[in-house]
């Protein structure tokens, strides 16, 4: 049997070795990122759906709107008008922005509005509860695309004003700073 040398010029070993670095480098974060990021341990009524994936942890920071108006019953109070949040990833970097709706978008164009399904009292007493919301709309292309359901944990702040809320302020708002971690599931594959 005769044997044959098989010679691949240096250029494109390189080229080679740069390519599958750059895919490395690109899908890293994506892999470790589910690898790395575990679901909280929540109490049972804010669990996500069982084979549920998380896809993404976002840290948010800005404030709780509400609103001073009469509820159904008649009684003047502090109403939730819509979040208003910067999200950022584990690194600091700003990667999105929650809003009313409840509402994410992130900065890859992919956007998602919610609806409360359940939620737990914040182990601070001053904080506002952890929620489990299950998508109801998408929009867009990106990192939130499949996901069906999103929890608000470890929340520090954002309860209403105590007072200040009464006949003469209807209409009035105040902002109260918050910060909470939220974590994104999509269905497992």
């Known amino acids: 049997m005769k044997k044959i040398k098989l010679t691949i010029p240096k250029t494109s070993v390189r080229l080679f070795s740069i390519f599958v670095a750059s895919i490395l480098f690109v899908a890293s974060p994506l892999v470790n990122a589910e690898k790395q990021q575990p679901p909280p341990d929540v109490p049972a009524a804010i669990r996500p759906p069982a084979g549920a994936a998380v896809v993404l942890v976002a840290h948010a920071s800005g404030s709780q709107v509400y609103v001073c108006q009469a509820a159904a019953d008649g009684k003047v109070g502090w109403t939730l008008k819509a979040p208003e949040a910067e999200l950022k990833d584990a ?8 809003f009313g709706g409840p509402s994410w978008k992130l900065n890859d164009g992919s956007g998602i509005t919610g609806k409360a399904a359940a939620h737990v009292d914040s182990p601070e007493a001053d904080s506002i509860p952890w929620l489990l919301v299950n998508a109801v709309d998408h929009s867009g292309k990106g990192l939130l695309t499949d996901v069906t359901s999103i929890q608000r944990v470890n929340t520090h702040g954002g309860k209403p004003p105590a007072m200040g809320c009464d006949d003469v302020h209807k209409g009035a708002e105040a902002k ?5 971690d939220y974590y994104f599931y999509a269905p497992g594959k």
Request: charged share 10%.
């Open 91 to 98: 690194k600091g970097n700003i990667i999105g922005s929650h």
């Open 176 to 180: 109260a700073s918050y910060t909470a």
